[in-house]
């Protein structure tokens, strides 16, 4: 691609970027920029999250994918409603419960979060917000400024049903087809699809979610051939057979702490981790995407508009839902 077609994708993407910004005061679904700025008086909302995080990222650079993949996690089931921090009661099993999520962590942060909110502004806050401010901070520390804005209001949901995890969350595993389906019924596109993808470029995973393309891709004993010999090799070292669960590998080889492109760098090279991160080269138009987003201004930039759209799915706003006092119970529990 010439510099002269990259300079002109930047300036349109930029484009993107300053309208989320400008357009309004509003985002998706009803929800507001300062949504709390009078509705607390005596602290900022965004400056108590964004402390703590950041103190948290600081003594724990993993600690930012967590935090990234837990507002993802929520939003894809039922929302961003906060119902992944619901814990299990006796009669219910919650999406905590669930396979994709019982790796999930981070919540212990929500609930520090939480617990110095609610000692100034009780009964205000949202977990929901909590968590969109969360996952933007955690990014946003490496590069010491917000690389998203986060429009609040949200209210948090009274239901988490586990069995709703697997059906609406992206798996590791899923083919192309699956995977644009999965978020266009949340209301996003291709190009989101991609770019959020990209949020792979932090964060571990466990050789038990690639041990298949490894050893037995298609159920008799070989590998997948999608994957680079050369890094597939280095994977079998790392996970060899039989596959411990409990090992745990970079999902960007080498860069898993830094927020960066390098990401769509490794997937251009055939060294996407997963069967979805290969997924993105078998159709033109997201191979094309996937190409362009090597560019890191404009990945983040993409990154930043796709951030706001997912965090607008399914809200509950004003009239729905509630504000929960503890972020791991229903009020009237």
């Given at each position: 691609m010439t510099t002269q077609k990259v300079n002109m994708i930047q300036r349109v993407l930029g484009v993107l970027l300053v309208s989320?910004?400008?357009?309004g005061s509003k985002g998706g679904g009803g929800l507001k920029m300062k949504y709390y700025e009078k509705k607390?008086?005596?602290?900022?909302?965004?400056?108590?999250?964004k402390e703590i995080v950041w103190s948290k990222v600081a003594?724990?650079?993993?600690?930012a994918a967590k935090l990234l993949r837990l507002h993802y996690h929520d939003c894809f089931v039922r929302g961003c409603d906060g119902s992944i921090l619901l814990d299990p009661t006796q009669n219910v099993t919650t999406e905590k419960t669930a396979g994709p999520n019982r790796s999930v962590t981070g919540y212990d942060v929500i609930d520090e979060i939480k617990t110095k909110l609610e000692?100034?502004?009780?009964?205000?806050?949202?977990?929901?917000?909590?968590?969109?401010?969360?996952?933007?901070?955690?990014?946003?520390f490496q590069f010491q400024k917000e690389m998203w804005p986060?429009?609040?209001g949200r209210k948090d949901g009274k239901v988490s049903i586990a069995k709703e995890v697997g059906v609406n969350l992206p798996s590791a595993n899923a083919n192309f087809t699956t995977l644009l389906a999965q978020f266009q019924i949340k209301g996003l596109e291709i190009a989101d699809l991609v770019t959020l993808s990209g949020a792979h470029t932090i964060g571990n995973s466990r050789c038990i979610l690639v041990s298949r393309r490894l050893y037995n891709f298609t159920g008799v004993g070989d590998a997948d051939p999608s994957l680079d010999p050369t890094y597939a090799q280095t994977l079998r070292e790392i996970c060899p057979t039989p596959v411990n669960a409990t090992t745990i590998?970079?999902?960007?080889?080498?860069?898993?702490?830094?927020?960066?492109s390098q990401y769509f760098k490794a997937l251009n090279q055939h060294k996407g981790l997963f069967v979805s991160d290969a997924a993105l080269l078998t159709n033109g138009q997201s191979a094309h995407i996937a190409n362009i987003l090597q560019?890191?201004?404009?990945?983040?930039?993409?990154?930043?508009?796709s951030m706001v759209r997912m965090g607008s799915i399914e809200v509950l706003t004003d009239g729905q839902g509630q504000v929960r006092k503890n972020c791991r119970l229903v009020n009237d529990q």
């Open positions: 989320i910004l400008v357009v607390c008086n005596l602290i900022s909302v965004e400056d108590t999250t003594a724990d650079p993993s600690m000692a100034s502004c009780p009964g205000i806050v949202s977990c929901a917000d909590i968590l969109a401010l969360a996952a933007r901070d955690a990014v946003s986060v429009f609040t590998l970079e999902m960007d080889p080498n860069s898993s702490l830094s927020f960066d560019n890191p201004k404009v990945f983040l930039a993409r990154f930043a508009r």
